[in-house]
């Protein structure tokens, strides 16, 4: 890390991409983020935070720099000072903006929720014609389940391979479920537009800065469907805010942007969403190597605990059974899968 931090330093007073070029640049900290690494810097009187990607950086630090751009003049989000794609001295992209001093949000405090919900009421309700990029989130209901009904055969398959048939069964069954509520619900989304969408809103990516809630970690930001975007921060804010703040946001949400149909929608992407998780946890499954058969292992209680509970909340949200146990589950595990 430290060398890294020293090429940091050289790339920020030397290249000439570098708006620091030439000047005195401090180093104040650094740490580690979900596939980039950051440093929060001092120039001229002002400071700033330098991302450093370490996957798909040109896509997600453009998006990153585009959706700041697009909204730090709101009072959303921090100002992006420029974006490198290829910065000299270094072997990946970074992006920098100015550092903005706050604390993360308290699931627990409305009034910061309610701020949150009508900030990204703002951004739902921005121009998408000022927006260049799709984010790689599901811009409708039935672009995510043609993504999800074609991993199905593969998942199923393989269930089958290890001799998981209760669990391979029980999913074409949920599946089927699934299948009856997207035709019941696709005309909901007929003469919607697409809108501006953050793509990532956790609590965890969000601040409150001098009284005012600023998002962060634009990476996925695009042209996307609103209520999905609404209907991921509303489900996987379960575990640190109530139900009663979860429904103050959206009222607070809804206050402050409008569109067809938009409470019916998030209601059927949040019935669809655990279901998502579910294959998304058997793919990430079918992708162990036998080099990591160990740490799979090792991870064996938390991963089938999640898994099963995931299954009960897919059931539960397509009205179906549940008769998946642990026993089942550790099927997933043996060396035959």
Request: glycine share 8%; with cysteine.
């Amino acid at each position: 890390m430290e060398e890294l931090t020293q090429a940091i330093y050289h790339y920020l007073t030397t290249a000439t991409s570098s708006s620091f070029v030439g000047q005195d640049v401090a180093i104040i900290s650094h740490w580690e983020g979900a596939d980039n690494l950051l440093w929060r810097v001092a120039c001229g009187g002002q400071e700033a935070v330098v991302k450093y990607y370490l996957d798909a950086g040109q896509a997600r630090g453009r998006r990153q720099h585009d959706g700041q751009e697009r909204f730090h003049g709101r009072g959303l989000a921090p100002q992006p000072l420029w974006f490198d794609r290829y910065p000299t001295g270094l072997s990946r992209q970074l992006l920098v903006y100015r550092w903005a001093p706050g604390v993360e949000l308290d699931g627990t405090e409305e009034r910061q929720l309610v701020q949150m919900a009508q900030a990204v009421a703002q951004v739902h309700g921005g121009d998408p014609t000022d927006v260049r990029r799709f984010s790689p989130n599901p811009v409708n209901l039935d672009y995510l389940w043609k993504v999800l009904h074609g991993g199905l055969p593969s998942a199923q398959a393989w269930l089958q391979q290890g001799n998981a048939h209760e669990f391979a069964n029980w999913l074409s069954a949920a599946a089927a479920n699934a299948q009856a509520l997207v035709d019941a619900a696709l005309p909901l989304w007929q003469g919607v537009a697409p809108t501006p969408v953050h793509g990532d809103l956790k609590l965890e990516n969000t601040i409150e800065s001098l009284g005012t809630v600023l998002l962060l970690d634009w990476e996925l930001f695009g042209i996307g469907d609103a209520a999905y975007d609404v209907a991921l921060f509303l489900a996987f804010s379960q575990s640190v805010v109530t139900t009663a703040h979860r429904e103050q946001w959206l009222e607070s949400y809804l206050a402050t942007f409008s569109q067809p149909g938009i409470v019916q929608r998030i209601g059927v992407y949040e019935r669809i969403l655990p279901f998502q998780q579910l294959l998304y946890l058997l793919h990430g499954l079918r992708q162990n190597t036998v080099e990591e058969a160990d740490l799979l292992r090792a991870n064996q209680s938390f991963l089938s605990t999640t898994i099963l509970a995931t299954v009960q909340r897919s059931a539960a949200a397509l009205q179906g059974a549940s008769i998946i146990d642990e026993e089942e589950i550790a099927k997933l595990f043996s060396p035959s899968t």
